[in-house]
């Protein structure tokens, strides 16, 4: 393809099999990226080329039966044997053989395997090696190794998700991926020697990045664990965009199709109106395609960050890791629950037609909604912000200065909402403001005041999590209003865009608030009467918008081949695109179904039918 940039790469590669998700999905999206991030500068030329050149496929497995959610608890073992300079890598459980990882069952070759890390009898945690699978000869199973397909899942079928168990499989020891990452002032050429004045172990074997095991089985501490899960900020910081994306196509199929679908007199002897017009329509549709602006619009904005801090990681500042980790972390789950419940919206307002595959739309959820699952179970992941997010609020009561986009914790909560009728984005960004500092406040006195009752840090962690969850939901939220707020403001657009774009941010911002009413309210922040220019504003904005609709689900740019939907085409031609999908089908290719003879013709003319079937019968 020639194109250098890996996630235009995988949209290049969507647009070829939108949705389908590859059977080399997990090769580009999370093998590649792992040996650029987390390989030593000589793995890299060792495996890069081979790898970017399909002499090596693989995956990235992780997750185990017993084991997706916690990392530390994986069962998988790797250890140092200092004799023979090797790793033994072993599945000592039925829950510790690897489940799931995509790509697995038949595709790839290799795969990079977290296991934790023991050496010298002691154990050093979760980390990654690449271990081929398969022969490169006749891409037959190694010994040792027992690898095949989970079976038929929800989606994904295009995917060959497998499992793998090994059973003391021996590696090289410069099988361990461990690239140097944080050394800022030494040279990268000298990163390698960082530590080996210690030991002075060949270059070539020097285990990198965070930490490695010396030939004797010294291990040597990382400067933080955390760098090893850096795949999986990485596709995090991804998957807000995919998800967006999903959505998006999810709305031109939608709302392409109400533009066209007429149903029911709009009154008696009239004729029948465009489903778009009405009202109810309009609520359960706008309010998703702002959605899917707001998603597109954060999505850009935590991948450039990921790859900012990923740069600093690179030069050895660490500094922005937690807040990257917050973001993505959050965002993704955000972003796939908004995502997955929009699309599903999407296809129940296509009526009987958004059931069909012609529509396109169950395809596209199918490959969203795991979204919520892997990379991270979305409940999991919002807490995770949620960590971050107590920690700035205690920070911010020590009176500290907090950090770019969380320096609304903590502030004054006594203070009402600015609203009016005219609905002002500034009085919209501080309603969302007030709402994740007022949760995040709760969540914190909540947890404060389980401590004080003699409840230990984790029985008062579980005990808040759901005020947690609520604090992190908040803080996502006000990060989607606040980021499309300012590109609505940065004065990017021509002005006739921005009248547009206004509507829909403003739709965003309206609509987030109605829909979550009590926590907008609980303190007394909007009064009923603000209440009431927020339902009337909404409902204007309908009518606002509804002239653009259709031209804002055209300016996603999404062709036909990638919609894949009768629903959805540029032309309008529903009707006849989903005749000729019906007349396709496979059934229709004969008249009488084979299955008549045997199934129906007995039951309809018995006495017709031979011997053998009536014995059937019987
Ligand atoms: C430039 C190159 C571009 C390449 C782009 C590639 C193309 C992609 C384009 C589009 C892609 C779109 C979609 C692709 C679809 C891909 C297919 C699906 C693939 C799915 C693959 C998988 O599912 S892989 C397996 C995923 N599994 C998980 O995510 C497991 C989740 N669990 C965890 O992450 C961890 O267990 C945990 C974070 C939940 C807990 O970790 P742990 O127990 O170790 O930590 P603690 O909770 O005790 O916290 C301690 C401390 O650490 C901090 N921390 C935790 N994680 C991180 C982190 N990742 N980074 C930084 N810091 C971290 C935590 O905040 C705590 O800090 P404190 O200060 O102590 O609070
Ligand atoms: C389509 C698909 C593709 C995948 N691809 C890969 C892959 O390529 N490589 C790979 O390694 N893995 C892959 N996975 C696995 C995926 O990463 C895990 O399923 C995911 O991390 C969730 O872990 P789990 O399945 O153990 O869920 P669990 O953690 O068991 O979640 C079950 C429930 O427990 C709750 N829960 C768990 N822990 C906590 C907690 N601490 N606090 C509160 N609630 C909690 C969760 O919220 C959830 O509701 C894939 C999964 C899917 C569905």
Not at 144 to 172: A, C, H, M, Q, W
Not at 334 to 362: D, K, M, N
Not at 548 to 573: E, K
Request: hydrophobic share 35%; proline share 4%; glycine share 8%.
């Amino acid at each position: 393809m020639g194109i250098t940039d890996m996630q235009e790469a995988f949209y290049y590669r969507e647009c070829a099999a939108a949705h389908e998700n590859s059977p080399l999905g997990l090769h580009y999206a999370m093998f590649l990226p792992t040996i650029n991030k987390q390989a030593t500068p000589e793995q890299k030329k060792k495996w890069l080329p081979l790898a970017e050149n399909y002499k090596m496929i693989g995956t990235y497995a992780q997750t185990e039966l017993g084991h997706g959610t916690f990392i530390r608890g994986l069962e998988t073992t790797a250890t140092y044997d200092p004799k023979t300079k090797e790793f033994i890598l072993d599945s000592p459980t039925l829950t510790s053989k690897k489940y799931w990882p995509g790509c697995l069952g038949k595709t790839s070759n290799h795969c990079v395997v977290m296991a934790q890390l023991y050496t010298q009898g002691k154990s050093h945690g979760p980390h990654m090696f690449m271990v081929q699978i398969r022969s490169m000869e006749d891409h037959s199973v190694l010994p040792g190794i027992e690898v095949g397909v989970i079976g038929n899942k929800f989606g994904y079928g295009t995917n060959d998700n497998g499992f793998l168990s090994f059973d003391k499989l021996r590696i090289p020891r410069e099988n361990m991926l461990m690239r140097y990452s944080q050394v800022g002032r030494i040279p990268r050429e000298n990163m390698l020697m960082r530590y080996s004045q210690v030991s002075r172990i060949p270059r070539e074997n020097m285990l990198m990045r965070y930490s490695q095991v010396h030939e004797d089985g010294t291990y040597v501490k990382p400067q933080n664990a955390k760098l090893a899960y850096g795949s999986m900020v990485l596709i995090r910081s991804s998957i807000v965009s995919d998800a967006a994306r999903g959505l998006a196509q999810a709305c031109v199929i939608s709302i392409r199709y109400s533009a066209v679908r007429r149903q029911t007199e709009a009154y008696p002897g009239g004729e029948e109106p465009q489903i778009l017009d009405y009202q109810t329509q309009q609520y359960r549709l706008f309010p998703l395609l702002a959605s899917a602006y707001s998603l597109q619009l954060a999505g850009k904005y935590v991948f450039n960050t990921y790859l900012e801090v990923n740069d600093q990681i690179e030069k050895g500042n660490l500094e922005s890791m937690p807040e990257l980790h917050a973001l993505s972390a959050g965002l993704k789950a955000f972003s796939t629950y908004e995502a997955s419940a929009g699309i599903e919206v999407c296809r129940i307002c296509c009526g009987g037609h958004g059931y069909s595959q012609a529509s396109g739309l169950p395809k596209i959820y199918v490959d969203v909604v795991p979204g919520c699952t892997y990379e991270g179970e979305n409940t999991v992941m919002m807490l995770q912000t949620a960590r971050y997010l107590m920690k700035c609020y205690s920070r911010a009561k020590q009176g500290q200065k907090l950090p770019g986009f969380v320096q609304y914790i903590g502030q004054n909560l006594n203070k009402k909402s600015c609203m009016s009728e005219e609905v002002a984005l500034g009085c919209l960004v501080m309603a969302y403001e007030h709402r994740a500092a007022r949760l995040v406040e709760a969540a914190a006195m909540r947890m404060q005041s389980l401590i004080q009752g003699g409840k230990k840090q984790h029985e008062a962690w579980n005990g808040s999590s759901v005020q947690l969850f609520w604090a992190a939901k908040a803080h996502c939220h006000l990060f989607c209003v606040k980021n499309f707020v300012d590109a609505i403001q940065a004065k990017s657009l021509s002005s006739k865009t921005v009248t547009v774009m206004k509507s829909v941010c403003q739709l965003y911002g309206v609509h987030g608030i109605l829909e979550n009413l009590g926590e907008f309210m609980q303190d007394g922040f909007f009064s009923g009467e603000q209440v009431g220019y927020l339902q009337r504003k909404m409902l204007a904005l309908f009518e606002n918008i509804r002239p653009n609709a259709v031209a804002l689900v055209d300016a996603f740019d999404y062709p036909d081949m990638v919609l894949g939907s009768c629903l959805g085409r540029y032309d309008g031609q529903v009707y006849q695109a989903l005749y000729d999908y019906a007349k396709s089908a496979p059934m229709n290719q004969t008249e009488i179904h084979s299955t008549y003879y045997k199934h129906l013709k007995p039951l309809i003319n018995p006495e017709t039918t031979s011997d053998a079937m009536q014995f059937a019968k019987l």
